[in-house]
């Protein structure tokens, strides 16, 4: 317990999933630190989509008025082929309806706005706190790298990727390449991009565009199959030619687009495996500590969210903490989720030109007589609400 006889939580990282971890379980009377290793709450990456099982965690937090003022709302995802920009086919999310509306968003807007509750809300931040290890137990420590320590009946680990606390939960984590490498870029809009999600589809690469900050700035993340990779991680540059070169032979609005990227970042795909175990005595991990995902279904950011839910309905409940619900909860719906993001890159890089073109030709028809369907096919998805648990 914390001097103020709340439990006391202690929270590894302070990206989306840390800080909404920290904000969910201050809601429900936890005394909570954030431990970050940089030296502000900052994210300068790029843009993200939070669908509506994403956005309820947010409103149920109290945020949905704030979030809905830096987003833009998508109004579908549209399917181009790569020669031209043609549109294949479009996934109308108007009918979401306005209540779980379907939301564009600049990562560092949402960072900023979940830092700022959760100072308002009490939350202690603590920057500068690099950590080596984290250590299971009744009081679980956190081990930092100068040699100080710090302990609390609960540590989440929110630390990403390379997370300290997943190997002493599960051993070391083997990832493999996927042999893709994806280029990430913001660039001012040129092009009077609409409020949609453009996925320009292509042999062996695609390229997803998207809307931020009122229309005024388009997101960009570009996918090419390759033998060769990059280390893994989000900080690598690379010279936008090269990336201008990759995809050359696309039309439409992508040249316009493309001539606006400066310094791209530039990353190799990998798949981890799902972590076996998600927690240990007094120690819980959340987001891509527990199940990084690749970037085809958008939902890195929404499973965060999800996690920040239920792991706090879990620790803090009547009887006491039930970190085994936790994982209960979530690791079904994450793998699932997880193997259809895997399932989707393959389908945007037909090379085949004949059997690009019979499914290119399958999808428009279906999105010519079955709109509803194409969009109902996303319920178990979008329609899932992590705040009905308790």
């Known amino acids: 317990m914390g001097a103020s006889g709340k439990r006391s939580v202690v929270v590894v990282g302070g990206g989306i999933g840390g800080l909404a971890a920290a904000l969910c379980l201050s809601a429900r009377g936890a005394e ?13 990456g790029a843009g993200i989509q939070v669908s509506p099982n994403g956005l309820r965690v947010l409103e149920a937090l109290g945020l949905g008025a704030a979030f809905r003022e830096i987003s833009v709302r998508g109004q579908a995802v549209s399917l181009r082929d790569y020669r031209e920009g043609r549109e294949v086919t479009r996934l109308d999310l108007m009918r979401l309806g306005d209540a779980q509306s379907y939301r564009f968003v600049h990562r560092a807007d949402l960072i900023e706005l979940l830092a700022r509750a959760t100072r308002e809300r009490g939350v202690a931040i603590r920057l500068l706190q690099k950590v080596r290890k984290v250590v299971p137990g009744p009081m ?13 009946p609960l540590v989440v680990a929110a630390d990403g990727l390379h997370s300290v606390a997943r190997p002493a939960l599960n051993g070391a984590a083997e990832p493999f390449f996927t042999g893709q490498v994806a280029w990430r870029a ?3 809009n040129v092009v009077d991009h609409p409020a949609e999600a453009r996925v320009h589809m292509g042999p062996g690469r695609h390229m997803v565009s998207y809307p931020l900050r009122g229309g005024a700035m388009v997101n960009l993340v570009a996918v090419e199959e390759r033998s060769g990779w990059v280390e893994e991680g989000w900080s690598h540059t690379d010279d936008p030619a090269n990336l201008r070169r990759a995809f050359a032979g696309f039309g439409g609005m992508v ?18 495996p799902v972590a076996r175990r998600w927690h240990a005595e007094g120690v819980a991990l959340v987001g891509d500590a527990a199940h990084p995902t690749l970037p085809f279904l958008a939902q890195g950011a929404n499973m965060a969210l999800e996690d920040a839910w239920a792991l706090a309905a879990a620790a803090v409940r009547e009887g006491g903490p039930r970190l085994d619900l936790y994982q209960e909860w979530r690791r079904d719906r994450v793998s699932r989720v997880i193997a259809a993001a895997n399932g989707n890159a393959w ?3 037909l090379s ?23 969009l109902n096919q996303f319920d178990w998805l979008y329609g899932y609400d992590v705040t009905a648990l308790s």
Do not use: S
Not at 255 to 272: K, S
């Open 32 to 44: 909570v630190t954030v431990l970050e290793q940089a030296e502000a709450i900052r994210e300068v």
């Open 140 to 152: 679980a420590r956190v081990v930092m790298c100068n040699g100080d320590e710090v302990t609390a």
């Open 186 to 188: 913001v660039v001012p």
């Open 255 to 272: 040249p316009a687009l493309l001539d606006g990227v400066a310094t791209p970042g530039l990353w190799g795909l990998f798949r981890h």
């Open 347 to 349: 389908k945007y890089h």
């Open 352 to 374: 085949n030109p004949l059997v690009r073109g019979v499914a290119h030709l399958g999808l428009g028809v279906a999105g010519r007589l079955a709109p509803a369907r194409m």
